[in-house]
T-cell receptor, first 109, second 113 residues
Framework: RKEVEQDPGPFNVPEGATVAFNCTYS??????FFWYRQDCRKEPKLLMS???SGNEDGRFTAQLNRASQYISLLIRDSKLSDSATYLC??????????FGKGTRLSVIA | DAGVTQSPTHLIKTRGQQVTLRCSPK?????VSWYQQALGQGPQFIFQ???????QRGNFPDRFSGHQFPNYSSELNVNALLLGDSALYLC????????????FGPGTRLTVL
């Protein structure tokens, strides 16, 4: 089983839709969780960290489920500009980030 | 405030050649990590440099080596290039080995023919 797994998509959704991605991780000792956004042929950029209690940033909500070992990202009111690949990343203590392969989102007008 | 910079942006090499990629960290950062991102994959950790030493290393062969200079900039060297080394090479900088606050550079796209 891969350490971090994501559905590669693509998720094709209309503008204004709500879309959710999940990311599962296998290492139960994982402590830190992140969502990155990566535009085509660009570098990953940190979208948000994921906290145990869940956190929200505008239209974006991230949640952590330690019991089932997954994190989720919810995007409400999708915009065309949300089209990108969303990477989840996890680490345990001061260890390197382990990334998933990413989930591709296309928001269609 | 300059972010992370990398050079060159693109590079084409042939099998068996050697390549050197360069990275300058974000101002105030002293730690540089290198990642390889193949097409359709997430970034994979190669190694991290702090205080001019390799501190942690991922599952990459010895053909991949690096260096960090006193000004915190870093180089990634790959010897005996293989077709499978074609990828986007990303540099990420942070303070004091902190993986949780990394900033990525734009990357160098390496094509091995």
């Amino acid at each position: 089983r891969k350490e971090v797994e994501q559905d590669p998509g693509p998720f094709n959704v209309p503008e204004g839709a709500t879309v959710a991605f999940n990311c599962t991780y296998s290492n139960s000792a994982s402590q830190s969780f992140f969502w990155y956004r990566q535009d085509c042929r660009k570098e990953p950029k940190l979208l948000m960290s994921v906290y145990s209690s869940g956190n929200e940033d505008g239209r974006f909500t991230a949640q952590l489920n330690r019991a089932s070992q997954y994190i989720s990202l919810l995007i409400r009111d999708s915009k065309l500009s949300d089209s990108a690949t969303y990477l989840c990343a996890v680490n345990s203590g001061n260890t390197p980030l382990v990334f998933g392969k990413g989930t591709r989102l296309s928001v269609i007008a | 405030d300059a972010g992370v910079t990398q050079s060159p942006t693109h590079l084409i090499k042939t099998r068996g050649q050697q390549v050197t990629l360069r990275c300058s960290p974000k101002s105030g950062h002293d730690t540089v990590s290198w990642y390889q991102q193949a097409l359709g994959q997430g970034p994979q950790f190669i190694f991290q440099y702090y205080e001019e030493e390799e501190r942690q290393r991922g599952n990459f062969p010895d053909r991949f080596s690096g260096h960090q200079f006193p000004n915190y900039s870093s180089e990634l060297n790959v010897n005996a290039l293989l077709l499978g080394d074609s990828a986007l090479y990303l540099c990420a900088s942070s303070t004091t080995m902190d993986y949780n606050e990394q900033f990525f550079g734009p990357g160098t796209r390496l094509t091995v023919l």
